[in-house]
């Protein structure tokens, strides 16, 4: 196996696809990882954190709609979700350049 961590770093920013796409930040990472996770070092932990934390982000989202629509609350929800979307994959982008797990909060862990 080699280490890339270049790839690691691509891997986490690749989520950012979500702001163009709204989808693609779960399936560019989910292709990434499961095409190359034998090969390069690491990448089976980072894309698995990656793949939990946009799946948690998804049902956090569907979560908060019915709650929009009955209490106004889904609204602060969805504000959180954004900017865990936003700030998390940077962040663990920057970890993973130097060699660091990545962490994301919140996350349920479908994939162990």
């Known amino acids: 196996m080699k280490t890339d961590k270049q790839l690691l770093v691509l891997l986490h920013l690749s989520q950012l696809i979500d702001l163009i796409t709204g989808i693609g930040g ?19 932990q980072h894309g698995k954190a990656i793949i939990n934390f946009q799946l948690s982000m998804i049902i956090y989202a569907l979560i908060a709609f019915p709650l929009l629509l009955l209490i106004g609350l889904g609204i602060l929800i969805w504000i959180a979700v954004g900017l865990m979307c936003l700030i998390y994959p940077i962040v663990n ?16 862990r479908f994939i162990k």
């Open 26 to 44: 779960l399936l560019v990472p989910l292709i990434i990882w499961s095409i190359k996770k034998d090969e390069i070092t690491d990448l089976d």
């Open 93 to 108: 982008a920057l970890r993973a350049s130097s060699g660091q797990e990545p962490f994301y909060p919140l996350t349920i």
